[in-house]
């Protein structure tokens, strides 16, 4: 499928700098074959299942990934801006930098600047390796603890550019940037379909007869980088780190074959569940990387762009077509449900 097709008009008006509050008031699109299209607010998702459906939720924590710094120990020292987006040991990351033009192999980056300096002192990075597209290879200084406090006292958290473009991060982020899930620290990004969620809507939908189960996928690079291939089957999607443990896969196995639907919620859930599924779409325990191109591959798709008056409650979201690898655009805090079929069960999605 052709990338241009999904350009749409992003009026700067219908961007969602903040979050709703309470967040389960945000707005919820219903998308049913052949079914017109219907508003609804997250705080009614216990009416829209079923007692015995299974709701995957990705308890994934955003670390304060994006950091600033400067090339030292050449005549000039032009700032660098660096975005972690995988952690390959105890002290090396995969890392998107701008502007890359100013870095080179054995270079060295000091993060940390006036008013923001960790504990340790300046944290240094030598890039080890330079590829395509901005992304390098950073050795730091620290290494295990030592280093992920580093980062947290001197990264910010990685807003979408949409919103980045528009307001400097600040404390709120920290918080407003996290799901109520977020345990297992990892990902450069929220998952964000979960950023809905509250505890009152958690009670709710255990009263209905739902269960909720948390898996883990820490979001990476396809997040971040663009997609410049003019077809969707040429696109490289990144490998993403997650885990199912033994025991989720046998209870949602359990419950699909009593007859319950297993509801992913957000397109990080699902593309770890497809990492895990069989043919016959039962779900195995997983801990590794996912397929590159499993994401989105069974999505049907869906355009839709809506405003109102208030710009925290706006929604613009689209979904991918089958076999696309593209990622899917949404504002930060408007969601988007769609039905979402494989080859052997019905499963369901709340993509974000």
Known sequence: MRTDLFDF?????????????????????IVQPGVVMVDRSVAELPLLLEPGDQLVVNDTKVISAQLKGRRIGRDTE????????????????????????????????????????????HLDAQVEHKGDDG????????????????????????LPPYIASRRAPDERDAVDYQTMFAAAEGAVAAPTAGLHFTPE?????????????????????????????????????????????RDTADALNAARAKGGRIVAVGTTSLRLLESAAAEDGTIAAFSGETSPRDRYENCSISLRSKSTSTPSRRLISSAIS??????????????????????SSAWYAMCS
């Open 135 to 158: 992304e390098v290879t950073l050795s730091f200084s620290f290494h295990g603890p030592a280093l992920e406090q580093a980062i947290a006292d001197l990264g910010s958290p990685p």
């Open 9 to 29: 008009e992003l009026p700067a008006d219908s961007i969602a700098l903040r979050p709703v509050s309470p967040r389960d008031s945000a707005r919820m699109l």
């Open 78 to 121: 032009p700032k660098i801006e660096a975005t972690l987006i995988k952690r390959l040991d105890g002290s090396r990351w995969q890392a998107l930098v701008k502007p890359a033009r100013k870095l080179s192999p054995g270079d060295v980056v000091r993060f940390g600047n006036e008013g923001k300096v960790c504990l340790l002192g």
């Open 201 to 245: 809507l958690e009670a709710a939908l255990r009263r209905r007869g739902v269960g909720i189960h948390r898996i883990t996928l820490h979001v990476g690079a396809g997040t971040f980088l663009p997609v410049k291939a003019s077809d969707t089957t040429e696109h490289r999607m990144h490998s993403e780190w997650g885990t199912i443990s």
């Open 322 to 343: 089958k076999n696309a690898a593209a990622s899917v655009l949404s504002q930060d805090f408007g969601r988007l449900l769609l039905r979402l079929t494989n080859s």
